[in-house]
């Protein structure tokens, strides 16, 4: 099974149900999310020396990712009669954020810091 099979396989068991276009998103979020967050590691290390972290924050990411890019179950109330369409944007965002924020702590101790000093 390759790094991105763990991390989806991963994925989707911390999704629960999910349906098939879904499911298909998340292959595709997986995948990106590893490959970016490999490009983030220290100089030397590669993806299989945090296997574990690695999996788990770039799983983390993509469901991240899927929580704010499925519009269609952000929808939290429709009305016919005058129109009236509410979103959960609020939860959902911040559902988001938490999922981020545990991945980046999980994979912070094998990542480039974001600032360097190169010299004067």
Do not use: W
Not at 96 to 120: K, N
């Amino acid at each position: 099974m390759t790094l991105t099979e763990q991390v989806f396989a991963q994925a989707a068991l911390l999704a629960g149900e999910l349906d098939g276009h879904q499911t298909e998103m998340l292959k595709m979020l997986c995948a990106a999310c590893a490959s970016s967050l490999a490009a983030r590691l220290r100089e030397g290390l590669t993806p299989e020396d945090c296997k574990a972290d690695f999996i788990a924050a770039a799983s983390l990411f993509a469901l991240a990712s899927l929580n704010g890019v499925d519009d269609v179950s952000q929808i939290s109330e429709f009305q016919a009669g005058d129109l009236t369409v509410k979103r959960n944007e609020i939860n959902r965002d911040a559902a988001s954020r938490c999922l981020q924020r545990q991945a980046e702590l999980m994979i912070a101790p094998y990542i480039r810091d974001g600032f360097t000093f190169r010299g004067v």
